[in-house]
Each structure stands twice: as structure tokens, then as C-alpha cells.
């Protein structure tokens, strides 16, 4: 079961900043957040991943709140090659059953020219 | 460095047929995690598996099992398909389990279609 919620879509104009809301009112201390996005089907990318901190990388920032229970992952120029479907994943471990992915349906970002 | 493979690319069964799919991960890591994706959602977790033994078991029947091998490569087994096993099945690999932080790399997955 997804712990995330987030828009079901948004657009954004090319070379503007795209922010990607996410919540997850339910996370516990010592769980991540991850971003994904996935084009076409194909397999999901990893973006970034962060516990409390902001995070930055070379693909984009993610912004994670203060209380924990909520982010926003930010794409600073968006291309249209950034049009996908993004994940806003909590990342759970069973001390029994291993470390799961719950997946949402994402927001599907739409890049526009 | 190769990422994550998998095969075949796509696949047509008909109801009631038994289905393999591979999955090879990144050098290097030892886990693998399978992943159903229906079309229109988002991926659901089936199994994880790390240093060859089942680590962790989504809500999927018995008809599907999964196994490691010593070089760390993966299969999923689907027994008795049904329609609604038609998806994007994608295989994901990370170094180790149980770490705080632990980065799944996705395969491009193999899309299987049952008529």
C-alpha cells in the first residue's frame, strides 16, 4: 500500500522550474524518500533520495520538510525530455520481509514548449 | 557498466500457460526485486531477493515464485496465467539488504501480454 499522495498531473513550461508535491504524513523516523520517474514504460529511473535533509543532485533538488511529512522534488529547467510519470516513494523495511518499494500512480509531469 | 537486464523483451502466453522471465542485475549487487506493473499504475512489489533466499513477499498468489541464483540472476516463475497477469514486469537490483539507504536500479522490463 502506497504511504505517498500526490497530484495526478501537472504541467510545466520548457525551462521553467517544475516542483513536484509529494505527501507522506504517515513516515516513520527512519524511512527515505525516494523519487523515481518512469518514460514510456520503460523501467523507472532513479532521480534522488533523501531522509531529512534537502538533497541536491545533478538531475534535482528535493526538499524535504521540516516535520518530515512532506517533500517536493524540483527539476530546475525542465526539458521536454522530462515529460514522465514521477514517483514519490516511501521506502519501508521489514525487519522480516525485506525492504519494499510502495509505489503510488504518480504524477505525470507534461513538459510544454 | 551494463544496468539491470532483462528477457524477453516482450512475451505472448495464452491463459492457463506457465511463463520465465530473467532478470541479471548490476555487477556487483546482490539483491533482486520483481515488480508488477499493470497498465495505468504504478509498480507493485512482488519479491525481494538477496544472497539467494527469498527476503520479502508482496500480496501475489502462489502462482508466481521467483528464484536466485549463485551468480546472483533471477528468475520469475507464473504458473496458470490468467488475463490479468498481462503487465510490464520489471526486476530491480541493489547492493545489499537492509541498509538505510539502498538505491533500486530497474531493468527496462519484459511486457507480458495473455490472451
Known amino acids: 500500500d502506497a504511504k505517498t499522495t500526490q497530484p495526478p498531473s501537472m504541467d510545466c513550461a520548457e525551462g521553467r522550474a517544475a516542483n513536484l508535491p509529494c505527501n507522506h504524513s504517515?513516515?516513520?523516523?527512519?524511512?527515505?524518500v525516494y523519487w523515481y520517474r518512469q518514460i514510456h514504460s520503460q523501467g523507472p529511473q532513479y532521480i534522488i533520495h533523501g531522509l531529512k535533509n534537502n538533497e541536491t543532485n545533478e538531475m534535482a533538488s528535493l526538499i524535504i520538510t521540516e516535520d518530515r511529512k512532506s517533500s517536493t522534488l524540483i527539476l530546475p529547467h525542465a526539458t521536454l525530455r522530462d515529460t514522465a510519470v514521477y514517483y514519490c516513494i516511501v521506502r519501508v523495511v521489514h525487519l522480516n520481509t525485506g525492504n519494499q518499494f510502495y509505489f503510488g500512480t504518480g504524477t505525470s509531469l507534461t513538459v510544454i514548449p | 557498466d551494463a544496468g539491470v537486464t532483462q528477457s524477453p523483451t516482450h512475451l505472448i502466453k495464452t491463459r492457463g500457460q506457465h511463463v520465465t522471465l530473467r532478470c541479471s542485475p548490476i555487477s556487483g549487487h546482490k539483491s533482486v526485486s520483481w515488480y508488477q506493473q499493470v497498465l495505468g499504475q504504478g509498480p507493485q512489489f512482488i519479491f525481494q531477493y538477496y544472497e539467494k533466499e527469498e527476503r520479502g513477499r508482496g500480496n501475489f498468489p502462489d502462482r508466481f515464485s521467483a528464484r536466485q541464483f549463485p551468480n546472483y540472476s533471477s528468475e520469475l516463475n507464473v504458473n496458470a496465467l490468467l488475463l490479468g497477469d498481462s503487465a510490464l514486469y520489471l526486476c530491480?537490483?541493489?547492493?545489499?539488504?537492509?541498509?538505510?539507504?539502498?538505491?533500486?536500479?530497474f531493468g527496462p522490463g519484459t511486457r507480458l501480454l495473455v490472451l
Open positions: 504517515t513516515i516513520s523516523g527512519n524511512e527515505y
Open positions: 530491480a537490483s541493489s547492493t545489499a539488504r537492509g541498509l538505510p539507504q539502498e538505491t533500486q536500479y
